[in-house]
């Protein structure tokens, strides 16, 4: 709903994106992220990640099947702490 977001332009839906989609972040609550995998995998993303507590297995599975790979139920900031940690 934003027209920008930290001086980038916010977009309605992924449809309206021009160019192409590495990861599609979903922010919403279980029950509505189906619709926003949907959306990613229309748009041709290359992945899927769902963060902490917004699981949504048969979505998961929909976005591997077309292709995408899927993070779900992890936390980016956790993830590449870990990464650097390690």
């Known amino acids: 709903m934003a027209r920008t977001v930290l001086g980038e332009p916010g977009y309605a839906s992924l449809s309206d994106v021009p160019g192409t989609v590495d990861v599609v972040g979903v922010y919403r609550r279980s029950e509505y992220a189906g ?20 699981i949504d297995e048969a979505a998961g599975m929909r976005a591997r099947d077309a292709g995408l790979d899927v993070v779900m139920d992890r936390c980016p900031a956790v993830e590449w702490s870990l990464r650097r940690a390690g």
């Open 35 to 54: 619709a926003v995998v949907d959306e990613a995998i229309a748009a041709g993303a290359g992945a899927v990640w769902l963060p902490i507590g917004v």
